[in-house]
């Protein structure tokens, strides 16, 4: 049967994925800042919502009164937020706040985005339930919305997730993938990282999770994200290797050098055998990743 399903951030990389993944069974009320960044709009409806307006929140929630709602609007600039701490509370804690509230009034089930830097990655890869210990402004804001989901009354889902990457339409965000892609085929030096370990997830692959929790109406907290563990540097090596570029020309550098704002966990990754048992959850290897996104480039 079809759903009402409202996605807020839209214009974002998941959000536009799920917007064309979900349209095609159910009716998706695509939500976002500003005007839809998706070129064919058939199949779907746009409304331009900020998530830190309540009353406009409420007022999407009364006209449509969707089912599902997934929440991938968020300020995901993770330097950025030490920046702007009261601005990176209200996307991501308040308004959350205020969806969940809603949601519970609407008996809607929220499905929200996290991340692993809710994790201090002293320890990783993680399980659901390990001890968070952020060490950015980003990753506390994350874990505060996490807080917020657990104590509320609505039904809710959390997908946690590590490094996004894919391409989508007119893009406000550049991912490590597409970035060292371009580099690499343009014969660029690249200073990569090698104290930092993550496992990439294929935006097409959160995607399909949410979906999934969706037939299930799963509630409670699932590692989403991709299945290899490596460092940032065997990821654009093994991007190098893909692409048949010259692999000399990926430089090792260590994370000191970079003088970020924010501090990042040396190693997360996720144990998804939860997920995987739970929701059936099937996420391509990085290199099939990369197949499909080469597909979608050309
Ligand atoms: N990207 C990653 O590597 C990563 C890793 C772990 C977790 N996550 C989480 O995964 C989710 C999706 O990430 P993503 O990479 O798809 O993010 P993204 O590309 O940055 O998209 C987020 C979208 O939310 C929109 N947005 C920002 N503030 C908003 C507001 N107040 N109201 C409505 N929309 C707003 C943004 O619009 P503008 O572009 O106009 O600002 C953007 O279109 C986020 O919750 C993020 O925290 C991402």
Known sequence: MS?????????????????????QQNLVV?????????????????QSLDITEENNVLVIFKKYKPQFVINTAAMTDVDGCEDHKILC??????????????????????????????????????KENDHANPLSYYGLSKLKSEQVLQKSNCKWAILRTIILYGTAENLQRNNIVLWGRKALKEGQNLNIIDDQFRSPTLAEDLAQVCNLVIE???????????????????MVVRMANFYKCDK?????????????????????GFILDKSIKELGYRPHSFEEGLTLLEKQIN
């Open 248 to 268: 000399t020309l990926v430089n090792k550098i260590s994370s000191a050098t970079l003088n970020q704002k924010a501090k990042r966990p040396p190693k997360t």
């Open 30 to 46: 695509a939500t976002s800042l500003g005007s839809c960044l998706i070129s064919d709009q058939s199949d779907f409806i746009y």
């Open 216 to 234: 299930k109406k799963a509630t409670g907290i699932y590692n989403a994200s991709g299945k290899d563990i490596m460092s940032i540097y065997e």
């Open 89 to 126: 509370d209200k996307i991501n804690v308040t308004a959350v706040n205020y969806l969940s509230k809603i949601c519970e009034k609407f008996n809607s089930h929220l499905i929200h985005i996290s991340s692993d830097f809710i994790f201090d990655g002293e320890n990783g890869p993680y």
């Open 3 to 23: 759903k009402t399903i409202l996605i807020t951030g839209s214009n974002g990389l998941l959000g536009q994925k799920l917007v064309h993944l979900l349209k």
